[in-house]
Every structure is written in structure tokens, then in C-alpha cells.
């Protein structure tokens, strides 16, 4: 009998990584998953018993690698790896302490944890990467500066990573998820366009996943949209009033 896959997922609490984690354990995977909502953690162990194995996490906390590590060994080892924590907000007043929160979790928070994880492979001799970014990595948004600012920074890391893993001839598999707008706590507030369904956008995660993408934008319209972004020259998008 082939024993059954397993991936961990951080931040499953809520939003895209619950929804992740409810499509893997339909399909039969072993579970871990981590947050910073014991309460939820449990409840969501309850609804698969046997399937899924708990850690709380933080990452902008400076043990958040080894509570990692504590989950790996929970669950019987990592096949996938999945960072699905961040956070995000409009700020066109620049309140310092929303941007720098945004950093520390977004930059300093997701850097913990990737590199946790690719130490992880080099060491077991292969896994697959994967992270939940942004299309707001595409083009510096006015609206919310530290978020698309951090989102680029994610995008480049594993673009890095991807080249290094290469160099050290690691068989470490990346994808990066670079989703529109998702129905979420992260857009509580706002009008924001083509706002798409959780349910919806972790099927074309697990998707995505399945078939080893090094990278990819959710879904059609958005692939759209960013083709055209990133063929707006900056003296025109810096004029751009782009605000929700």
C-alpha cells in the first residue's frame, strides 16, 4: 500500500490555506497544519481525526522554525510545503505601524519560514516549495505600498531560491501563486474588482500544485490583467489614480 502523501500548510485557519487543506485531506494526504488561532486549529483537526496533525504558529516569531520542525515531525515528514500566511492593507496615509507590520510578516515572517523549508529539502533531498504571493507584486500600487513592495520581494525570493536550488543541483520543485482578488479577511474593507471565491481558488491551487507550475496567476482574467500591467510604462502608471 503507497503510504499517503503529506504536505503542511501554513496559516490554514481561514480563507485560501482552509480551503487548501479541506481539498488535500478529501484527497487522502496527512496533514499539518499551523496558525496563530489555537481554537481553529482544533476545530479543523475535529473535522479530519487521524488526518491532520496541529502546530501554533507565528512566523514573525523567532521559534517559528522550529515549532516547524515539531509539526514535520507530527505529521511523519514533508512531501509539500505550502506558506499561505500573510497580511495586507490599503495605507494610502502611510501609517508606519501597518507598514512595518506588513514587512515583518510579509518579508521577514515568509523569509523565516522559506528558508526553514528549503533547508528542510536540501536535507531530505527533494520537495516541492510552494507559496501563495500576489499579482500586487507586479507593479507598485499606491494604494497599498508595503504590501505590493513585499509581495515583488517574495516573488524574487523564490525566483532565487529556484536559481540556487539549481546550482546546488537540489531536485526542489517551486511554484509561486500570485492570485487576483480573493473573497478573504485580507479585503474586509474596500470595493475591490473581480473578487473571486476562496472554494474557487484553492481547487486551481491544488491544480497548480499537482502539476508542479513554476509559477502562476489566478485565474484567466487576472493573467490578463497582468500581461497588460506590465506593459504600462512607468511615466504613465505612475499617473494612474489606481485605488479601490
Not at 497580511?87 to 510579509?106: C, D, F, H, K, Y
Not at 500600487?141 to 516573488?155: D, F, V
Not at 491544480?207 to 511615466?235: E, M, Q, S, T
Amino acid at each position: 500500500m503507497t503510504p499517503a502523501k503529506r504536505i503542511i500548510i501554513i496559516g490554514a485557519t481561514s480563507g485560501i490555506g482552509y480551503e487548501i487543506t479541506r481539498l488535500y485531506c478529501k484527497q487522502g494526504w496527512q496533514v499539518g497544519i499551523a496558525g496563530r488561532r489555537t481554537e481553529l486549529l482544533a476545530k479543523i483537526r475535529s473535522e479530519a481525526p487521524g488526518q491532520v496533525e496541529t502546530v501554533q504558529l507565528d512566523v514573525t516569531s523567532p521559534d517559528a522554525p522550529e515549532k516547524l520542525a515539531e509539526l514535520i515531525r507530527k505529521v511523519g515528514g514533508m512531501d509539500i510545503f505550502l506558506l499561505s500566511s500573510g497580511v495586507g492593507s490599503q495605507n494610502r496615509m502611510l501609517n508606519p505601524e501597518i507598514e512595518l507590520a506588513t514587512v515583518q510578516t510579509n518579508t521577514a515572517g515568509f523569509t523565516r519560514m522559506v528558508v526553514a523549508a528549503y533547508n528542510y529539502f536540501k536535507e531530505q533531498g527533494g520537495g516541492q516549495l510552494v507559496v501563495i504571493s500576489s499579482i500586487a507584486g507586479t507593479k507598485g500600487l499606491g494604494a497599498a505600498p508595503s504590501y505590493s513592495a513585499t509581495k515583488r520581494y517574495q516573488n524574487t525570493y523564490i525566483e532565487a531560491l529556484d536559481q540556487l536550488a539549481q546550482m546546488e543541483k537540489l531536485p526542489i520543485v517551486f511554484t509561486d501563486i500570485r492570485p487576483g482578488f480573493v473573497k478573504t479577511d485580507l479585503l474586509k474593507s474596500g470595493k475591490y474588482p473581480m473578487l473571486m471565491k476562496p472554494e474557487y481558488v484553492a481547487r486551481k491551487i491544488v491544480k497548480a500544485i499537482g502539476r508542479k507550475k513554476r509559477r502562476v496567476v489566478i485565474d484567466w482574467k487576472y493573467a490578463v490583467l497582468v500581461f497588460f500591467w506590465k506593459l504600462i510604462p512607468d511615466f504613465i502608471w505612475r499617473r494612474l489614480p489606481i485605488h479601490n
